[in-house]
């Protein structure tokens, strides 16, 4: 069975362009997690996405934005790009059910100059 | 606010030295934690969930243990393989599905 897969690997753009990062979750999974991880820090939840609808947000601008497809599948979108925005973005998916495990992808490396 | 501290953040252990890696939380309601571990450049993998006080789990020559104010992953007769971040997150009562992350603890071991 298929893991999490997120693409790009990795992404270069500069200050003040727009981002689009993939993913696509487990098959059966519905919900779609993004977080993420800049160099020093834990990981930051972003995002959380159930059957195509925004459930909940963690406290970054509104510039971090994303969606959900019918197929379950996620973009995260991230515009006028910042230096600090560099970090290791990774996508997790569960089932939506109390109780679920959030299953990991590999990431997409984002580096602004 | 909730919150999730993880000690130490590295440690290293010689092969067979065995040890134990801790996550202490603070949160308003606990609905489960959860141990992952990190290899660089990677996504983090499942290891354990554990929901109540007393709990414990184990896999190969780890074992995650669960009081109400911290739980801890031992670690068995590591072995190189075992070398990784290890990460402790939280889900809470109010928290929508979110995961509290630690900062991670770094695990090197040496042969």
């Known amino acids: 069975e298929a893991g999490v897969t997120q693409s790009p690997t990795h992404l270069i753009k500069t200050r003040g362009q727009q981002a689009t990062l993939r993913c696509s979750p487990i098959?059966?999974?519905?919900?779609v997690y993004w977080y993420q991880q800049a160099l020093g820090l834990g990981l930051q939840f972003l995002l959380w996405y159930d059957e195509g609808e925004e459930r909940n947000r963690g406290n970054f601008p509104p510039r971090f934005s994303g969606r959900q497809f019918p197929n379950y599948s996620s973009e995260l979108n991230v515009n006028a790009l910042e230096l600090e925005d560099s970090a290791l973005y990774l996508c997790?998916?569960?089932?939506?059910?109390?109780?679920?495990?959030?299953?990991f992808g590999a990431g997409t490396r984002l580096s602004v100059l | 606010e909730d919150q999730v501290t993880q000690s130490p953040e590295a440690l290293r252990l010689q092969e067979g030295e065995s040890s134990s890696l801790n996550c202490s939380y603070t949160v308003s309601g606990l609905r489960g934690l959860f141990w992952y571990r990190q290899d660089p450049g990677k996504g983090p993998e499942f290891l354990f969930t554990l929901y109540s006080a007393g709990e414990e789990k184990e896999k190969e020559r780890l074992k995650a243990t669960l009081t109400k104010k911290e739980s801890f992953l031992h670690i068995t007769a590591p072995k190189p393989e075992d070398s990784a971040t290890y990460l402790c997150a939280v889900r809470t009562s109010g928290g929508y599905n979110k995961l509290i992350f630690g900062a991670g603890t770094r695990l090197a071991v040496h042969p």
């Open positions: 997790a998916s569960s089932y939506p059910e109390a109780k679920n495990i959030q299953y």
């Open positions: 098959s059966g999974h519905t919900s």
